[in-house]
């Protein structure tokens, strides 16, 4: 069974930093991208940043400049951390992941159980 499993959320006010951080875990062959979404109250979940198994980045264009996402393939996590921050960017920020089980010979979805950010004025 694959979990992904986010840390680093919490209260931060405008202008600082957070760190988030996604650790997949479970039999595991691959994984293709790792991403963070967030999702505001009243509004759809959104892609935030991506990151490919060959560390291939994108990025919405609200984050371009103030988050940075990177991976490590050798320990299966990926982290997001995020500068500047915005009262805008305040959240619950979800891990996502492509990732192929040693069970099966399929790549699957993936879901993290999300972490609060909230960025106050």
């Known amino acids: 069974q694959v979990q992904l499993v986010e840390s680093g959320g919490g209260l931060v006010q405008a202008g600082g930093s957070l760190r988030l951080s996604c650790a997949a875990s479970g039999s595991i062959v691959e994984i293709n991208l790792m991403s963070w979404y967030r999702q505001a109250p009243g509004k759809r979940r959104e892609s935030v940043a991506t990151v490919t198994s060959a560390g291939r980045t994108i990025y919405a264009e609200s984050v371009k400049g103030r988050f940075t996402i990177s991976r490590d393939n050798a320990k299966n996590t990926a982290n997001l951390q995020m500068n500047s921050l915005k009262p805008e960017d305040t959240a619950v920020y979800y891990c996502?992941?492509?990732?192929?089980?040693?069970?099966?010979?399929?790549?699957?979805?993936?879901w993290g159980q999300g972490t609060q950010v909230t960025v106050s004025s």
């Open positions: 996502y992941a492509i990732v192929k089980p040693a069970m099966t010979s399929q790549f699957s979805n993936y």
